[in-house]
């Protein structure tokens, strides 16, 4: 497997959601990622990592953020955040979302290779697959590391944004409801506990 993504290859794996698409964030990569997933690229993916400290040279990372996560399902929050440098578009441009992974295998995956796109294993409008062999299969993909995903519902994605007339100095959007109820993040955010 890491001769094949090292060159552009891509593997599903599986997270604690739903079975992910992941190839190293390189042009050659991406191109394959929103191929296989028939992806408009005006529709960036975001990056799975093992620890938010591995997003550090990627991102702005709020002082708070550490805590905020630690308070929701590991996983079940994507964090849009203002990147250090412009990157692909494909993986956000200026912002990039990142996802600190909870699953072993998807976090083992982050730690052996670097960030690594987390996108679901499916093409764009359709259903995604709980079985990470089956959804390899449907997209045509050779590696895949076996699991059973639990989650019908993806991670739950938040913009955060640099504002300081907000008491944080930053400015929090529920972008996409998924496992974590947007009412529990703004609770937190408004009333942190």
């Not at 250090?84 to 730690?111: C, M, Y």
């Not at 089956?134 to 994605?157: E, M, Q």
């Amino acid at each position: 497997m890491k001769e094949r993504l090292e060159a552009g290859g891509l593997v599903v794996y599986p997270t604690s959601t739903l079975p992910g698409l992941g190839c190293l964030p390189t042009p050659t990569g991406l191109d394959n990622l929103f191929m296989a997933k028939s992806r408009s690229e005006n529709m960036p993916v975001s990056l799975g990592v093992a620890t938010l400290n591995q997003a550090g040279s990627l991102v702005h990372i709020p002082d708070f953020l550490p805590e905020m996560l630690g308070k929701f399902t590991k996983g079940g929050i994507t964090v849009i955040l203002p990147a250090i440098n412009e990157v692909d578009g494909r993986i956000g441009g200026n912002q990039i979302a990142i996802r600190v992974f909870s699953h072993p295998a998807a976090t083992k995956l982050a730690e052996d290779f670097g960030p690594i796109t987390a996108t679901s294993a499916n093409e764009s409008g359709k259903d995604a697959e709980f079985d990470t062999e089956i959804a390899a299969k449907i997209l045509g993909v050779a590696d895949f590391i076996p699991g059973i995903c639990p989650n019908g519902r993806g991670s739950t994605f938040i913009r955060l944004e640099h504002d300081d007339s907000e008491m944080r100095g930053w400015r929090l959007t529920v972008m996409r409801e998924g496992v974590v109820p947007p009412s529990d993040v703004m609770r937190w955010w408004t009333i942190p506990v």
